[in-house]
């Protein structure tokens, strides 16, 4: 298991500070939040690398799983039940499973902004670095 770079360890305790729920992975830090999404913060050559999660998922792979889900839970309701009550509460469930994924789109945006805000408003990033 490799330790933290110590720009990590300095956005760590700047996000433990202001509330944030930080957890140490090895080599990147996973900041969480609400509806079983986060955000996880790497760091090498300079670089603060951020990539949204949906559970276990990247952002796009948990839209694909929620998506493909709905549609095919649709699709065998419909299959086997015809037009009925069960196929409407199905299609209303699957749409708010991706009003839900909608939530956790605009939730990941704003927690992306912050801490790109936070890693380039510190002492964290040398001049010439980037921050992406």
């Known amino acids: 298991m490799q330790s933290l770079d110590p720009a990590l360890l300095e956005l760590n305790g700047e996000l433990d500070r202001l509330g944030y729920k930080v957890v ?37 792979g948990g839209l694909l799983l929620t998506s493909g889900a709905a549609a095919i839970a649709l699709g065998g309701v419909a299959i086997a039940a015809g037009l009925s009550a069960l ?36 002492k964290l990033l040398s001049p010439g ?3 992406r």
Do not use: K, N
Not at 100 to 116: K, P, S, Y
């Open 24 to 60: 140490p992975h090895g080599d990147h830090l996973c900041v969480r939040l609400p509806l079983f999404a986060s955000v996880r913060v790497h760091h090498s050559e300079g670089r603060f690398r951020f990539s949204p999660q949906f559970g276990p998922f990247g952002r796009t």
């Open 87 to 122: 196929t409407l509460v199905v299609g209303f469930l699957g749409v708010v499973a991706l009003a839900h994924d909608a939530c956790r789109f605009v939730i990941t945006e704003g927690a992306l902004t912050r801490l790109q805000q936070l890693a380039t408003s510190s």
């Open 129 to 131: 670095a980037q921050s």
